[in-house]
Every structure is written in structure tokens, then in C-alpha cells.
């Protein structure tokens, strides 16, 4: 009974359009699919609950005739999908709002279902959508459980009330927010003042000005703003960084013009010292980049850059 009151809920909320497109019907719940392109809101998944959930409670009875065919059609009765209708038939009739043809078990007044519940939405073909519901004590057991999970959130962002609970979270969202801006700010600082650092080391190798360090910046995102402070002043011809976090490397190579114009290119170097840093990469002549699982290579990684560029 709650499958054809969700099918006649689906026609008010989304259309006509909305037929059945098989169903299952089981003990525990009810699967129903139906055609309509496009994903069902969550709003109008709230309003379908509602509706069923409000013949249930208005209590109208579900009376069964069965008649002939050509009378069911004259009723307005819904025939199924996939479904072969002899002479005979059975009409399904809830107070006149919903009208089907079918012959599976019936409750024999909606207040006995006792309370419905929309459990998924997912779409299971190109135009066909899917409904999982339960109803009765499955519907009773599906929100305890999720009653209690509510209850275990709000002992976790302390909220003394549950209806605090959502704006207890907003709270610390907005709070987890600004402290990440917060440790963004910090690492472009601690990254600017390590650039001072690294970009006078600088070495002369077969003719061309090259900067190799490893530093300490989070990613690989802090890795290229260092590089782009470095392509912005004429600090070297050649850069090459490393950093290492939580046990994985990130390894940088830049390369300017002039370097460029001699034939050396970004991409070809990463793919030389990657490998020790047991990792691989590439890129483009300019800037390549790679990533690794052994930082303890870091050290052979960058000494392999003078000893690559020295050979060309």
C-alpha cells in the first residue's frame, strides 16, 4: 500500500511523467523505480515523504473490488509497468486518491502502515531513478539509529541541545575556516623567509648559475610559489627544491630562458632525480615536478642535479 501512495505522491511532486518502472516490495522495505530525468531534489523527496506520511495519518481506507478491465480503466485506475491484464482484474482504491490495478497483499486502512521513510535516491539508468523506503518498525529502527548518531555528534561539538547541533557545527566550520587561512598565512610566511635563505646559495655549474635546497613547505602548491619568487628575480639560471612531508617527497626543477636556449629542459632533469627519491615525474621546459616515497634520498636527489647538468 505504501509503494502505490509513494507512486501517486511521485505524479503530484514531479508529474505525470513520473510512471513505474519496476518495484520490490519485501518484508524490511520497498524499492520503487520510476522514469524522470534529472535528480530528485531533496526537497521534493521531503515533500513526497509528507504526502505519503499524511494519508497515513488521515487513516483512509483501501478497499479492494475486482470488475473488468474496461471498468478498472473507467475507475482512472494505474495499470503497472511490465504488467499483462486479463478480463478480470483487481483495482486497489485508497479513498479515490490512489487507483491501481494490482494484486499483492493490502493493509486494509493507511494508518496501519504507522509512519513512512524515504531512506535513498539514486538514479539506475539514463532516465530511470530508484526510492528506497521502509515503513512501520523499520521506519522506527532507521530513525533511532540516526537519532542516536545525532546525539553522538552532539556530545562531539558539545552542543547541549540537538536543535543547537547544526548551528554548533556551522560554528566550527567557520572556525576550522579562518584557522586555515590562518596556517595558509603562516606557511607563505615561513616559505618567503626560507626563500631568502635558499636563493643565495648559489653554485656555477658548466657555465650556468644553479640553486638546489630542500626546504620545509607543506606541498607542492608552496613549492611553485617558491619558484615563481624565484623566476620574478634573475637569482639563478637553474632551481631545484625538495621538501618532505609525512614520509612522501615533492621535488620541483625550474629552468629559465637562457637555460632553455642551451637545450636543457625542466622535464628531462625531474626524470633524472626523481628516481632517487624513488618517485617519477615530468613537465615542461620551464618547470617539472615529481613525487616520491623515500625522503632519505632527498640529499642524493639534489646532487644529482649538478652532476646531470655538469655532463651537458
Given amino acids: 500500500t505504501a509503494t502505490h501512495l509513494l507512486h501517486k505522491a511521485l505524479k503530484e511532486v514531479l508529474g505525470s511523467h513520473a510512471n513505474q518502472a519496476g518495484s520490490l516490495v519485501a518484508p524490511g522495505h520497498l524499492r520503487f523505480d520510476f522514469s524522470h530525468f534529472g535528480q530528485v531534489t531533496s526537497e521534493e523527496l521531503s515533500q513526497m515523504e509528507q504526502i505519503v ?14 470488475t473488468d478491465i474496461d471498468t ?14 486479463g478480463h478480470d482484474v483487481r483495482v486497489v482504491n485508497v479513498a479515490d486518491w490512489s487507483i491501481e490495478l494490482c494484486g499483492g ?54 552542543s547541549a541541545q540537538l536543535k543547537e547541533v547544526v548551528a554548533k557545527t556551522e560554528q566550527l566550520q567557520a572556525q576550522l575556516r579562518e584557522l586555515q587561512k590562518e596556517n595558509e598565512a603562516l606557511a607563505s610566511k615561513l616559505a618567503n623567509q626560507q626563500a631568502g635563505d635558499v636563493f643565495k646559495d648559489v653554485k656555477e655549474v658548466n657555465g650556468l648559475r644553479l640553486i638546489t635546497a630542500k626546504v620545509t613547505v607543506k ?16 637569482h639563478s639560471d637553474i632551481l631545484v627544491l625538495a621538501t618532505a612531508n609525512d614520509g612522501k617527497v615533492n621535488l620541483l626543477a625550474a629552468m629559465n630562458k637562457a637555460a632553455n636556449e642551451k637545450g ?21 621546459p620551464d618547470m617539472a615536478q615529481a613525487g616520491g616515497k623515500n625522503p632519505e634520498g632527498i640529499a642524493a636527489a639534489l646532487e644529482s642535479a649538478a652532476t646531470w647538468l655538469d655532463a651537458k
Fill in 53 to 66: 506520511n499524511q494519508k497515513i495519518w488521515e487513516a483512509l481506507p483501501v478497499v479492494t473490488i475486482e
Fill in 72 to 85: 478498472a480503466k473507467g475507475m482512472g485506475a494505474m495499470a503497472l509497468f511490465g504488467e499483462k491484464y
Fill in 105 to 158: 497483499t493490502h493493509v486494509a486502512n493507511t494508518e496501519d502502515i504507522g509512519i513512512f521513510k524515504i531512506v535513498s535516491e539514486s538514479g539506475i539508468g539514463a532516465g530511470v531513478r530508484r526510492i528506497e523506503a521502509v515503513t512501520s518498525q523499520e521506519a522506527y529502527t532507521l530513525l533511532h539509529e540516526e537519532e542516536t548518531q545525532l546525539k553522538a555528534i552532539a556530545g562531539i561539538v558539545k
Fill in 219 to 234: 606541498d607542492m602548491n608552496q613549492l611553485r610559489q617558491l619558484a615563481d619568487q624565484w623566476k620574478q628575480k634573475d
Fill in 264 to 284: 636543457l629542459k625542466a622535464g628531462d632533469l625531474i626524470k633524472e632525480i626523481a628516481p632517487k627519491v624513488g618517485g617519477g615525474g615530468g613537465g615542461r
